[in-house]
């Protein structure tokens, strides 16, 4: 992910060149999306603070990082963009901290559990969550027990209201 991409303004990378897929050549930390075209996804304003506060933190260890947002900071090589396997690294130490066992692709089936519950349209969903389908989404929604309940309270609360 590059700089630029983090804050929804997503411009063309240099010579137009598109988001790197399967079977294309890889950027120099071996990361590649799945996507056919690149896209941008909006983000709040904490997440934009949090980003230029890591920037900050950023340049006090590294001077120049590079366009890339995950860098090594305090891991070799130093300055350079973190490889997937260094991302999920740190991931997997930092839950362990927190006291819970998560893998970095929960934050993704959490993002789209919570844009689902906030009433977003199927449709931005699958648009935000880069998917060629609405249905592919499904798999990333869960529903809990107080999702259950409210269900069938819905249900009887309509069923008393037409009794009246």
Same mark, same amino acid.
């Given at each position: 992910?590059?700089?630029? !991409?983090?804050?929804?303004?997503? *411009?063309? =990378? ?12 890889? $950027? ?7 996507? =056919?075209? $690149?896209?941008?996804?909006?983000? #709040? ?8 506060? +890591?920037?900050?933190?950023? *340049?006090?260890?590294?001077? #120049? *990082? ?13 300055? %350079? *963009?973190?490889? +997937?396997?260094?991302? +999920? ?6 839950? %362990? /901290? ?15 559990? =919570?844009? =689902? ?8 969903? /699958? ?10 989404? !499904?798999? +990333?929604?869960?529903?809990? !027990?107080? #999702? %259950? ?8 609360? %309509? ?6």
């Amino acid at each position: 992910m590059n700089r630029r !991409d983090v804050a929804g303004q997503a *411009a063309p =990378r240099a010579g137009g060149e598109a988001t790197p897929r399967l079977g294309a050549a890889r $950027p120099a930390n071996g990361a590649f999306a799945k996507a =056919r075209q $690149p896209r941008a996804i909006p983000v #709040d304003e904490v997440t934009i603070e949090l980003y230029a506060h +890591y920037q900050f933190e950023r *340049a006090e260890i590294v001077e #120049d *990082a590079g366009d890339m947002v995950f860098v090594n900071l305090f891991h070799a090589p130093v300055g %350079k *963009a973190m490889s +997937y396997g260094t991302a +999920y690294e740190l991931f997997c130490r930092l839950a %362990k /901290q927190a006291g819970f066992r998560a893998r970095p692709h929960v934050l993704r089936h959490s993002a789209i559990t =919570r844009l =689902r519950r906030a009433g977003v349209d199927r449709r931005v969903v /699958q648009e935000i969550a880069g998917h060629v389908s609405v249905t592919s989404q !499904d798999p +990333y929604s869960h529903v809990t !027990d107080s #999702d %259950k309940r409210e269900a069938v309270e819905m249900v009887a609360a %309509k069923r008393r209201q037409s009794r009246s």
